[in-house]
């Protein structure tokens, strides 16, 4: 299938325009993410059909703490990544094998559409690897999502290009970003990418006027310096707003880094801290129990708006309404 958001070249090359990677391919030459190819000098997406996860899933799962708490969506993931992150928990589709194979079965965007609504689902996310390298799937899948009544959320790392996001602008609502460190270093060591680029697209994101919410995931050792994820909290602040949600995630060994050791709690509920510290209004911990991390409070009274017990669900309140107060509570609510 011909990719889109690329361009020809006089040589018989493409430049690729969907990611800040920015792959310049010779014919038979395929991108960092394994699933766009050159064929006889025109970009073919792989995986423009190509399903590998289905899923209802909680929307905490996301994680999306503020859009529609307490619902399902209908989650979709394909293969391939443009990223190749040391700690990747998904990589068995996003890491794809030396030999090029591509898993999953081939759909139609009519199914997946179809299907969506057959399970009543308010939304639909694309998730689990990278949405961005099968863009031309979710941009079909979206749009029709988009004319029946769904809502549609990316779960992404926030390489893509303005293009990319643009292209999306009407067919996409929200999104969970992963800010995985606020280190250029981290993201050239550990991920293959470069950090400004996923700040950018956050940026965008936000001018886009999608709600956002940003999850990192803090490694031992690697990325939870103090000193820089008072920095990345200042950046959700000051760029992104203080009622961006911030998620802080406890690794656990995984892929490349499966020895590792998981994050200790200490570590996650100081750098919960450093969120509130800085400013943020919603700050949560995940992968690991804690006592401060997984409710909703209203930032302008304290009292209780959303009681979470895993991905079990209680609204205190109706519409984002603080029972209280009555202050209005940052995100989608109905």
Not at 87 to 107: E, M, T, W, Y
Not at 125 to 135: C, D, G, H, M
Request: aromatic share 8%; with cysteine.
């Amino acid at each position: 299938m011909q990719a889109l958001l690329w361009e020809a070249r006089p040589d018989n090359s493409v430049a690729c325009r969907l990611c800040a990677q920015a792959c310049r391919l010779k014919p038979g030459e395929k991108g960092r993410c394994g699933v766009r190819v050159n064929v006889d000098g025109a970009m073919h997406t792989l995986v423009g059909d190509v399903v590998t996860s289905v899923s209802m899933d909680p929307v905490e799962k996301k994680p999306l703490y503020h859009f529609l708490p307490g619902t399902r969506t209908f989650s979709v993931g394909s293969a391939g990544c443009n990223f190749a992150c040391r700690f990747c928990q998904n990589d068995g589709i996003s890491q794809l094998p030396a030999h090029g194979r591509i898993p999953g079965k081939r759909v139609m965007p009519e199914d997946l559409a179809a299907l969506a609504k057959e399970y009543s689902a308010p939304s639909m996310a694309f998730t689990y690897n990278e949405p961005t390298v099968f863009f031309e799937l979710i941009y079909a899948t979206a749009g029709l999502a988009v004319e029946s009544g769904l809502r549609c959320l990316l779960v992404s790392n926030g390489f893509m290009t303005r293009d990319c996001l643009r292209a999306l602008e009407r067919r996409i609502c929200a999104a969970n970003i992963d800010i995985k460190s606020f280190s250029d270093r981290f993201y050239r060591h550990y991920c293959g990418g470069r950090l400004q680029p996923v700040l950018d697209s956050c940026k965008t994101i936000r001018e886009l006027g999608w709600w956002l919410e940003v999850t990192t995931l803090v490694i031992p050792g690697v990325n939870d310096n103090p000193g820089e994820l008072a920095q990345l909290a200042a950046f959700i602040h000051d760029e992104l707003g203080p009622d961006t949600p911030w998620h802080i995630s406890g690794f656990h060994g995984a892929y490349l880094m499966a020895d590792h050791p998981s994050t200790p709690l200490s570590t996650l509920e100081e750098a919960w801290r450093l969120g509130r510290e800085a400013g943020l209004n919603y700050v949560y911990i995940g992968n690991a129990p804690s006592a401060v991390g997984a409710n909703t409070f209203c930032p302008h009274c304290g009292a209780l708006m959303v009681e979470r017990a895993g991905y079990a669900v209680r609204l205190h309140g109706r519409g984002g309404l603080c029972p209280a107060c009555g202050a209005q509570l940052a995100g989608v609510w109905s």
